[in-house]
């Protein structure tokens, strides 16, 4: 196919502390990327980011499709943001992308459910369905039901896992929710707190406890060993055919959280007798899976 005939989605996924996006053909070949820090006001770069990508596709040739946009907020099943949890948005995305690129197609949704939905789509298990969960600087998941969509709820708001509790076995003095315990954010934070040491994130801490840091190496292990817990109650409830574990944090094989996750996983889920247990993968999208899934919003 020439590149005048390609049909692209603009695709955005939208963070607390990026903007990211791509051109996405239909084969889930990305085309295109951009990528800019999230500014105070994020509408705005938002806008701003939709224009780079149609100027792109406009240079480029490509036929535009639409434009899918991933928020790390609940999301209506109108595709309305219901949230200010992570980003201060003074307007609807779907009404202001809609405005900044007069006949395009738009289509909007939770960050986590497009993550869902790029892999159920090109990463594989939308035939069986999965419990798809989103570690990275936060902490959500989504269930896909067999055939590739994703469990919304009445509300949109069945993404919630990290609101659980922290596992009483894990760190039973723990205040707060499980997001702001095993996060990169939440990692980040409860190092600073330990250490009196600036660590913004699970990649500065992972830094320190490779330097011989105990206390890192501690905060690390405590996520891992708190999400694997929480995965079992998942398991117990849900009863998915797999875990899929995305996000930038959870597509990353290897490191302590991961290690640590694999453990508690496999040790909770033998003591519950289970045959056939659901298992746990990376997400063959990686980290991609969120410009995957907002790019299928609007393509065929």
């Known amino acids: 196919m020439s590149a005048a005939a390609r049909r692209v989605a603009l695709a955005l996924d939208v963070g607390g502390t990026k903007i990211a996006g791509a051109l996405v ?12 820090p999230s500014p105070r006001a ?24 639409g434009l899918g946009a991933g928020f790390p907020e609940y999301v209506d099943p109108a595709g309305r943001l219901t949230a200010r ?8 995305p779907h009404a202001l992308l809609s405005r900044t690129l007069p006949g395009v197609p738009v289509a909007v949704d939770s960050d986590v459910r497009c993550g869902a939905r790029g ?11 999965f419990l798809y969960v989103s570690l990275g600087t936060g ?34 003095e723990w205040p707060g929710n499980l997001e702001r315990y095993a996060s990169g954010r939440g990692i980040g934070e409860r190092c600073a707190a330990l250490t009196g040491a600036a660590t913004p994130g699970a990649r ?15 905060v690390l292990d405590s996520a891992g060993r708190a999400l694997g817990t929480a995965l079992v109650w998942t398991v117990r409830l849900l009863d998915p055919a797999a875990i899929v574990l995305g996000g930038g944090l ?12 694999d453990a508690a996983y496999a040790k909770g889920l ?7 247990p659901p298992p746990l993968r990376t997400a063959a999208t990686g980290p991609e899976a969120g410009l995957l899934g907002a790019a299928s919003l609007v393509l065929p």
């Open 25 to 36: 053909a239909e084969d889930g070949t990305l085309l295109h990327r951009t990528r800019r």
């Open 42 to 65: 994020p509408m705005a770069g938002t806008a701003e980011a939709a224009v780079e990508l149609a100027d792109a596709a406009r240079e480029r040739g490509y036929e535009v499709a």
């Open 85 to 92: 949890e992570v980003i201060d948005w003074d307007e609807q």
């Open 119 to 129: 892999e159920a789509r090109w990463g594989g298990g939308a035939e069986e369905g």
């Open 139 to 172: 902490l959500s998941s989504t269930l896909i039901l067999p055939g590739g969509a994703p469990l919304s709820g009445a509300r949109g708001e069945a993404i919630a896992l990290g609101e659980l509790g922290v596992p009483s076995s894990v760190d039973a």
């Open 204 to 218: 500065e801490v992972t830094e320190r406890a490779a330097a011989g840091d105990e206390q890192a190496a501690w």
């Open 250 to 261: 959870g597509s990353a094989e290897g490191g302590r959280v991961r290690a640590a996750l």
């Open 270 to 276: 033998a003591a519950t007798g289970r045959p056939a």
